[in-house]
């Protein structure tokens, strides 16, 4: 088990009033170990995983549990290596400030849309300097 999010406190209107809504989001490793079985299979060892990691939490989703969505993400969140965030500073130095083309997207920060939206604001004041100065 990565984390779970409670997605009804995220976002209030995506749930009819006294329900909830979990996200459990599961390790790479224990995700593509199972990616091409059925939805039901998934579902029970997604309620081990969650029961391993907390179990009370489980235990009030066993009681409430009125439906599952299985979404398979090929590719999700960022997953660096140790040592990935030095790479990762290297290669943005290596960028060109001036270059009519620049980089953004939350692959150059954290998998957080804060942090795409960040890259983007730079990349477009970049420009906005370059241009500028022409
Ligand atoms: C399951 C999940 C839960 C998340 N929860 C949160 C959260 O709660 N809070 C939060 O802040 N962030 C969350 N994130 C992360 C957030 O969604 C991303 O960090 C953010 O969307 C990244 O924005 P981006 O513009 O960099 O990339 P993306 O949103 O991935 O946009 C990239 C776009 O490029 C397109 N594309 C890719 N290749 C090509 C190509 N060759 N040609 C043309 N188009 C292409 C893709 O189709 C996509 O539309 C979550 C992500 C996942 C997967």
């Known amino acids: 088990m990565n984390y779970v999010s409670f997605d009804h406190r995220i976002s209030p209107?995506?749930?009819p009033t006294g329900k909830g809504l979990l996200s459990l989001h599961l390790h790479p490793t224990w995700s593509r170990q199972r990616l091409d079985l059925d939805d039901t299979t998934i579902t029970t060892d997604a309620l081990v995983a969650l029961r391993t990691?907390?179990?009370s939490l489980a235990d009030h989703v066993d009681a409430h549990r009125e439906m599952t969505f299985i979404h398979r993400w090929q590719q999700a969140v960022l997953n660096r290596p140790p040592g990935g965030y030095k790479a990762l500073a290297a290669f943005a130095q290596s960028l060109d400030p001036h270059s009519p083309?620049?980089?953004a997207g939350d692959y150059l920060s954290?998998?957080?849309?804060n942090a795409a939206l960040a890259t983007g604001e730079r990349a477009a004041e970049r420009i906005h300097?370059?241009?500028?100065?022409v």
């Open 13 to 15: 209107d995506c749930t």
């Open 53 to 55: 990691a907390l179990p």
């Open 110 to 113: 954290l998998t957080l849309t």
């Open 101 to 103: 083309i620049q980089l």
């Open 129 to 133: 300097t370059n241009l500028a100065s």
